[in-house]
């Protein structure tokens, strides 16, 4: 157990865009076993206006020198994680990275073996774990409301019939797309409930006229019992369903979408007492056979709780606890992600190892 478990764990977060203005600054900062010490800013100082104690710097060098860090938050894009993340373990540092991990699995690999050499914590930011309508999924999974699960369905769909003008996520390179982008958390979760499945069948396309980069997928999971299917479009304007899923017993249907995200946007406060809470529209339907009783009715959604993976951060580097988040975790993500474009290009099943 670290000696000084008490004191709060020093901050240097690497960006202050989307990411780190709406999800890493506020978790960080409401959260006492944590200081925000150093952002990195190239451009300007927007995080002063928020957070006027921290010093804005220019380089991420002037991050990792400093001694006084010892968490850094790498939430820049996606092709940058991998080098940036084996300079900060280098440096000594523990480190959060933003989703996706890393671009490859070798890169994947290479970091999780620099951190054990380093003895330094190594996470990833999959927040969509503590979404309240996964974590209720979850639960309906656990607790075998269903029987045996056969089906599984996620879509995380948008909206977005433009080019958005000005961003790096529209522009073709390294860990560019929607795969990337939002197939990290649904292949995330798809593990979390089920495992590491036996083989993968992906389609990807680009269907917005004038799109460089993928921005649909429709993939398959294929498991010994159970067929797991992720789907995720830009151009879905009536959203259906976020969840199915089907088991021996009955099945289980979830509309809407987790509201903290919004809310952290909107500038809402973490600590309110109904944080994460769905409206009852959106609790999901179950229908099913329990203990010899046919039930049918809605499901109360579990709160959403972002501010539990930084939590479990602290608990991690102060307490010696188990990450929720492993690295392996996500790095057998990263995997999914690219035996998904070899399927798609080869236009056939690929086993998984």
């Given at each position: 157990m670290n000696s000084s478990q008490n004191a709060p764990i020093t901050v240097g977060l690497a960006s202050y865009g989307m990411s780190g203005m709406v999800f890493h600054a506020p978790l960080l900062a409401t959260n006492p076993h944590?200081?925000?010490?150093?952002v990195l800013e190239r451009s300007s100082e927007k995080?002063?206006?928020?957070?006027?104690?921290?010093?804005?710097v220019k380089d991420f060098q002037a991050l990792i020198q400093d001694d006084s860090v010892e968490l850094v938050v790498i939430n820049t894009p996606n092709a940058l994680h991998f080098e940036?993340?084996?300079?900060?373990?280098?440096?000594?540092?523990?480190?959060?990275?933003e989703k996706p991990f890393t671009v490859t699995t070798q890169e994947a690999n290479?970091?999780?073996?620099?951190?054990k050499e380093q003895n330094c914590i190594l996470t990833v930011f999959q927040n969509r774990r503590w979404d309240g309508d996964f974590r209720t999924i979850h639960q309906v999974v656990t607790q075998k409301l269903l029987g045996k699960p056969v089906y599984y369905e996620a879509h995380y769909d948008r909206f977005r019939n433009y080019i958005e003008a000005n961003t790096w996520k529209e522009e073709t390179g390294p860990g560019s797309g929607l795969l990337y982008n939002l197939g990290s958390h649904m292949m995330d979760q798809a593990l979390v409930l089920f495992g590491k499945p036996q083989a993968i069948t992906?389609?990807?396309?680009?269907?917005?006229?004038?799109?460089?980069?993928?921005?649909?997928y429709d993939?398959?999971?294929?498991?010994?019992?159970?067929?797991?299917?992720?789907?995720?479009?830009?151009l879905v304007r009536e959203p259906g369903p976020r969840y199915i899923l089907n088991g021996t017993e009955g099945s289980f249907h979830k509309y809407g979408i987790d509201p903290q995200?919004?809310?952290?946007?909107?500038g809402q406060t973490l600590t309110s007492p109904n944080w994460g809470q769905e409206p009852v529209a959106d609790w999901g339907k179950l229908?099913?056979?329990?203990?010899?009783?046919?039930?049918?009715?809605?499901?109360?959604?579990?709160?959403?709780?972002?501010p539990a993976f930084y939590q479990n951060v602290y608990e991690a580097i102060r307490l010696g606890k188990e990450l929720q988040v492993k690295p392996e975790e996500a790095a057998l993500g990263i995997q999914l992600i690219e035996l998904a474009q070899q399927s798609n290009a080869e236009k056939r099943t690929v086993l998984i190892d």
């Open positions: 944590f200081k925000l010490t150093k995080s002063k206006s928020r957070y006027p104690e921290v010093a804005v940036m993340g084996k300079q900060a373990l280098r440096a000594g540092k523990h480190v959060v990275m290479e970091l999780i073996n620099l951190s992906a389609h990807l396309g680009t269907q917005r006229p004038g799109g460089k980069i993928d921005d649909y993939i398959t999971l294929h498991y010994p019992e159970l067929v797991a299917s992720i789907k995720s479009s830009y995200e919004e809310a952290l946007k909107a229908n099913t056979q329990l203990n010899g009783l046919h039930f049918t009715g809605t499901i109360e959604t579990l709160p959403g709780s972002y």
